[in-house]
């Protein structure tokens, strides 16, 4: 899947920073945030110079649903086209 681009997205509202998507990231994408949030919880973050590779291991271990993983359009496409993993199409 090389041509195939993913963006992770932490909801914050639902992180509780337990690490689990850290654990299971093999891509070293994610993170625990070394300053807490608002609620006092250091939240999963996402490394911008990581690759994803969309197999959903973060997603699906995360007890909070708290992550969502987009794949992006492929090259030569439009790139401002967005669309869930898992889900269908609008």
Request: a positive charge; one cysteine or more; proline letters at 8%.
């Amino acid at each position: 899947m090389p041509d195939r681009k993913f963006e992770v997205v932490v909801l914050e509202h639902f992180c509780k920073g337990c690490g689990l998507c850290v654990e299971y990231c093999e891509q070293g994408k994610l993170y625990i945030v070394q300053r807490p949030n608002k609620r006092g919880i250091q939240i999963a973050g996402v490394r911008p110079d990581a690759d994803c590779t969309g197999c959903l291991q973060c997603a699906t271990i995360c007890p909070d649903a708290a992550l969502e993983i987009t794949r992006l359009e492929a090259a030569g496409r439009r790139t401002d086209t967005k669309q869930p993993v898992g889900r269908p199409a609008p």
